[in-house]
């Protein structure tokens, strides 16, 4: 296992209790203090988890610990549990042009506004995201649809025609899915 980033926020004791195990645990302990040193923390790191005694708004990943006598641990056991949760989240969350496509919940965020999708809708994307060139009705057919000889490509292109309806509907983005002469492309 990688070492992993603990803050222990506001939580002197619990902070000396992992700074004396951090080497057994393969964790890297940083205290915070206060809200200014905790801020400072966040700006430079990506992958961390805070230990804290009660929970603070508008901030993620945090395992509150406010119960006690406390077994250390069952406490280790949170914290590996909430960082396997958090990296499966990290993911499945795939961007595209300016969106992020959560797969979990199958939607498409774009800042406050959420789409759902449906599971071939979100397979569309990301297929014809990857794709360098304009992807054909029947190519899509053939890797999204798994081919289907009775599948014709009008259902492609209805598909196709619902999901960009569905995106200037909600988002106002009227070329997400750009369509031409060889096919369909996101750029």
């Known amino acids: 296992m990688s070492q992993q980033n603990l803050i222990i926020y506001q939580f002197t004791s619990f902070y000396k209790i992992f700074k004396e195990i951090e080497k057994e645990i393969n964790f890297n302990i940083i205290e915070a203090t206060d809200e200014k040193s905790l801020k400072d923390i966040l700006r430079d790191l990506k992958d961390y988890i805070i230990i804290a005694k009660k929970s603070y708004l508008n901030i993620s990943n945090q395992l509150i610990v406010d119960k006690y006598p406390i077994n250390i641990s069952k406490v280790i056991e ?13 993911q499945s969350q795939i ?21 759902k999708l449906t599971e071939k809708e979100v397979n569309t994307i990301i297929y014809l995201s990857k794709a360098q060139n304009p992807i054909s009705p029947i190519e ?45 492309k996101i750029k």
């Not at 590996?80 to 499966?88: I, S």
């Not at 979990?104 to 959420?114: H, P, S, V």
């Not at 598909?159 to 983005?173: E, N, P, W």
């Open 78 to 90: 949170k914290i590996n549990l909430e960082l396997l949760r958090k990296k499966f989240n990290d």
């Open 95 to 115: 961007k595209v042009k300016n969106y992020l496509i959560d797969l979990n919940a199958r939607q498409i965020i774009l800042d406050n506004k959420k789409l």
């Open 140 to 184: 899509l057919q053939k890797n999204v649809w798994g081919y289907q000889s009775n599948l014709e490509t009008h259902t492609v292109e209805t598909h196709i025609y619902r999901l960009r309806k569905k995106f200037f509907d909600v988002f106002d983005d009227d070329s997400f899915i750009l369509s031409g002469i060889n096919g369909y």
